[in-house]
């Protein structure tokens, strides 16, 4: 039986030692974690397809055939693009060739994509296993069109990333890239125990990231589950939920802190941004709120039909509140990159009149107002909400310079596209305008209108517009199709002289085709590629 064994060891290591070894060679002398990441995600994957081929990393050939992968600078059919890239052949050598190192990252997934993987958000899928390997199909130049590409997760159901593992966030960060995106913005309500901070010895009250059993959000109301069922009373503890929210109460805000911490660094070692986004206008953050209470009133202005008191950022103690916010999160992520402050719709802020305002920012406001003659025609609600907005933002913004992170890029939206032009007028030059296509529910989608995209292509906003298109409704329903993708996105973005866009990504619903049909439309390859044929290439 020993004998038998052996023989069999015998056999299997001549078999393995007879297959053709296929070296993936990283070009640089120094070369980065992204670009040997790149290099294993090629090698991992072509051992599944071609099972009978030995593929390995390495500095330099040793083996029948190999693969290139190098950040050059711009030569002849090299994309001018760090994202872009060219694959080409010479013989029995393959070349994967960049400006950038995430070039290399996407030109791996474009070669896999041609061998025959599909990468969807949901899940990806492998050819079946090739017997020859070789370069025939090993020729192809691509790059972006659109710099930013964002998928935006917002917390609110746990039937989306609020109930995620970091398993499927992890998931999550690898599909959106290996589909073409290479920012992912992650939203938190002011509750959200992702978020903490101190001020005048007071500590952020803190929520739930919400489960089945607790930790209400926006209309997803908490059951007993199972428990309220005969015989559920064996279940302890809510049924649907993430890990991080069936902690114990008091270990929340740390738990979820450090694996976001760790989800964030995750996507940055590939070579995907992270962008954090939080509202600014919740009442809870500044309603009965003990930090906002222990404010000199002359520090803060008081809005009588809301009732709330809003720290002033250009006082001493207003600035510190802000201040304490920003260094908070900063300490938990001090990654980021990139900051994006939300004003909803219905914003209390819309509650404001002019005369509650502060009289130096009254006197800022008429001024803005005699600039821009144009504001006087829109809704003055919806100006004066803005114009909060943008004054807090700046203030945040000032704070982030006096901390030496001005390489934090910063960004502000709301819902719909009304608060753009309003906002742009009070704010700083380089701030981002975030806003979300919300009315595409009702058939009114602001990719569709000539006329706000001209407005998005005006002086004062041309490239500062960065339009989210809405996938699916936000109705607290778990079932239907998405919408239908936009069609021409490129054609429509250039139109808005927009550089960047996003896709909002609100549940988990069967939207594969809409997110890989607006990916494949900013790509050169497969510009403003229409749905069916992306249907039939997926």
Request: aromatic content about 14%.
């Amino acid at each position: 039986m020993r004998k038998a064994i052996l023989i069999l060891f015998l056999i299997l290591a001549l078999f393995s030692s007879c297959k053709e070894r296929i070296s993936i060679i990283v070009s640089s002398e120094n070369s980065d974690a992204i670009e040997e990441f790149a290099a294993e995600e090629l090698r991992s994957y072509l051992t599944n397809i071609y099972p009978a081929y030995e593929f390995s990393v390495g500095k330099e050939s040793v083996g029948h055939k190999s693969i290139y992968l190098k950040v050059t600078d711009a030569t002849e059919g090299v994309p001018n693009n760090e994202e872009g890239y060219l694959v080409k052949t010479d013989g029995d050598s393959a070349y994967i060739l960049s400006n950038g190192n995430t070039g290399l990252v996407y030109g791996v997934y474009g070669i896999l994509e041609k061998l025959g993987c599909g990468f969807f958000l949901s899940d990806e899928m492998l050819p079946a296993p090739k017997k020859n390997f070789d370069f025939s199909e090993w020729n192809i130049t691509n790059e972006p069109l659109i710099e930013e590409r964002f998928v935006f997760n917002w917390h609110n159901f746990i039937s989306g990333c609020t109930g995620w593992d970091k398993k499927q966030w992890l998931e999550w960060i690898d599909r959106s890239q290996k589909m073409g995106y290479n920012t992912v913005m992650i939203h938190a309500y002011h509750n959200n125990p992702m978020h903490t901070y101190e001020f005048n010895e007071f500590t952020k009250e803190v929520g739930y990231i919400n489960t089945s059993a607790k930790g209400r959000d926006w209309g997803n109301t908490p059951i007993n589950d199972v428990r309220r069922l005969p015989g559920g009373e064996i279940f302890d503890a809510a049924e649907f939920g993430s890990k991080i929210a069936m902690v114990p109460d008091e270990q929340r805000s740390e738990v979820a802190q450090s694996t976001m911490a760790e989800i964030f660094s995750y996507a940055l070692a590939r070579g995907v941004k992270v962008n954090f986004a939080i509202d600014i206008d919740m009442p809870l953050a500044f309603l009965k709120n003990t930090m906002v209470q222990s404010i000199p009133e002359e520090e803060k202005f008081h809005l009588t039909k809301a009732d709330i008191w809003i720290p002033l950022p250009d006082k001493p103690k207003g600035y510190d509140f802000y201040k304490a916010q920003l260094e908070g999160l900063l300490s938990s992520y001090p990654m980021l990159e990139d900051i994006s402050f939300f004003r909803r719709g219905a914003s209390f802020f819309r509650d404001a009149s002019l005369k509650e305002l502060p009289e130096k920012w009254q006197e800022e406001f008429n001024s803005g107002m005699k600039q821009n003659p144009k504001l006087g025609a829109l809704d003055q609600k919806e100006v004066i909400s803005s114009f909060i907005t943008a004054k807090l933002v700046a203030g945040y913004q000032q704070i982030l310079k006096d901390l030496g992170r001005e390489d934090i890029v910063l960004g502000t939206g709301s819902w719909n596209h009304y608060f753009v032009v309003p906002t742009a007028a009070f704010l700083p030059e380089d701030i981002k305008l975030l806003p979300i296509d919300w009315n595409s529910r009702f058939d009114q989608s602001m990719m569709e209108d000539n006329n706000i995209l001209q407005d998005f292509a005006s002086p004062e906003l041309r490239e500062k517009v960065i339009p989210f298109i809405w996938a699916h409704h936000d109705d607290g329903m778990y079932v239907g199709r998405p919408f239908k993708p936009t069609e021409n996105l490129y054609t429509k973005l250039k139109q808005g002289e927009s550089k960047s866009f996003g896709v909002f990504h609100w549940m988990n619903r069967p939207l594969d085709i809409f997110f890989k049909s607006m990916s494949r439309q900013v790509w050169s390859e497969t510009v403003n590629e229409p749905l069916d044929k992306t249907i039939k290439f997926a």
